[in-house]
């Protein structure tokens, strides 16, 4: 059965990776939730998307962390804002959260400022209390940029599971764009799924670092060889949808057929479980065929699309509205009977 991950909790409903996205995907259903792992400049692991927060806080606008603003290079891009690494835990604990599309997603931004940035301990809490098993997903941003800036990921994630008591929790899993910080925990037994993350185009931030233009690029990573190369040492891939859906036909609702899909058949040929991201209802990200009307903030035919991804075989998908991705897995199982 298809695992449905809350991307970032909840976020289709709630700001991205707060307390109420988080507790609203365990409502809702989702079999697992991913957060994005940052650090402060203590090295204490936070929850957001990027280490860039001025577009999901309210950083911007308190005073007295104007002077932290600054311009940095991560992973080859100029980003020019406020870095969780220049700050120190108590001072990220005070930013509150907010919706990052709110004229996408007014109805989320709604709540903007109603939580605070949260730790990686804080949402084990949460799963912990959870009143049925829900997973963890824990995605380690940017390892290399802040293993060279002094933050060690793969010891800072380590030591906070297993002060937690997370370490080898059969809900565990951990993934990454870099190979190297998965590497980095598997030789320490940190446990859980190790699951590598893949874009369409490009190179990896570990590969760049150690090799220049000659990096392998992830699509050379997805070769027969590759893949049986990875199955010894990971669980698993994940890889973007226009990735998992090259070369297939998104089908009627209602029609059982399976969507064949070359990646998920080589990879779990290979041994590897294969995960895709990111399933959003609303027309902007729909494929055009599927877009209904001219507001890019409506939702499309959303459950076509969502149907078509799940029947490819795929091991688990990420969805900004889990409610949405367990509704359409239950009509593929339903066609299925």
Do not use: C
Not at 29 to 36: K, N, R, V
Not at 147 to 157: I, T
Not at 274 to 283: A, H, S
Not at 300 to 308: K, M, P
Request: hydrophobic share 40%; charged share 25%; no cysteine.
């Amino acid at each position: 059965m298809t695992q449905v991950i809350a991307h970032r909790g909840a976020s289709g409903h709630r700001p991205e990776h707060s307390r109420a996205a988080y507790e609203l995907a365990v409502e809702l259903g989702a079999d697992a939730i991913e957060p994005d792992l940052v650090p402060t400049k203590d090295g204490v692991l936070v929850l957001r998307h990027e280490n860039e927060v001025s577009g999901t806080t309210d950083v911007a606008e308190r005073p007295e962390f104007a002077h932290l603003r600054t311009t940095k290079t991560i992973d080859g891009q100029t980003v020019t804002g406020w870095f969780t690494e220049d700050m120190t835990w108590d001072e990220v604990r005070t930013l509150t959260v907010r919706e990052r599309l709110p004229a996408l997603r007014p109805a989320s931004a709604a709540h903007d400022g109603e939580g605070h940035v949260l730790r990686l301990e804080d949402l084990l809490g949460v799963l912990d209390a959870a009143p049925r098993p829900v997973g963890l997903v824990a995605e380690v941003k940017h390892a290399t940029f802040f293993e060279q800036a002094g933050f060690p990921m793969a010891e800072l994630l380590d030591d906070a599971l297993g002060a937690a008591g997370w370490r080898h929790d059969e809900r565990l899993t951990i993934e990454s764009f870099e190979k190297r910080v998965l590497r980095q925990l598997g030789s320490r037994d940190t446990g859980g799924r190790l699951v590598y993350l893949q874009e369409a185009r490009g190179s990896a931030a570990d590969e760049v670092a150690s090799h220049g233009s000659a990096a392998p690029t992830w699509a050379t990573e997805r070769t027969d060889e590759a893949l049986a190369g990875f199955a010894s040492e990971f669980h698993g891939i994940s890889v973007d949808l226009k990735t998992l859906m090259a070369g297939t036909d998104t089908v009627a609702v209602g029609d059982p057929r399976p969507v064949r899909s070359a990646i998920v058949d080589r990879a779990h040929a290979a041994g590897l479980a294969v995960y895709t991201w990111t399933l959003r209802p609303e027309n902007r990200f729909l494929p055009a065929p599927l877009r209904r009307g001219g507001d890019v903030a409506a939702h499309g035919d959303w459950e076509r699309w969502f149907t078509s991804v799940v029947r490819t075989g795929v091991d688990g998908v990420f969805a900004d509205h889990p409610d949405l991705a367990v509704r359409a897995r239950s009509l593929v199982a339903g066609q299925a009977g």
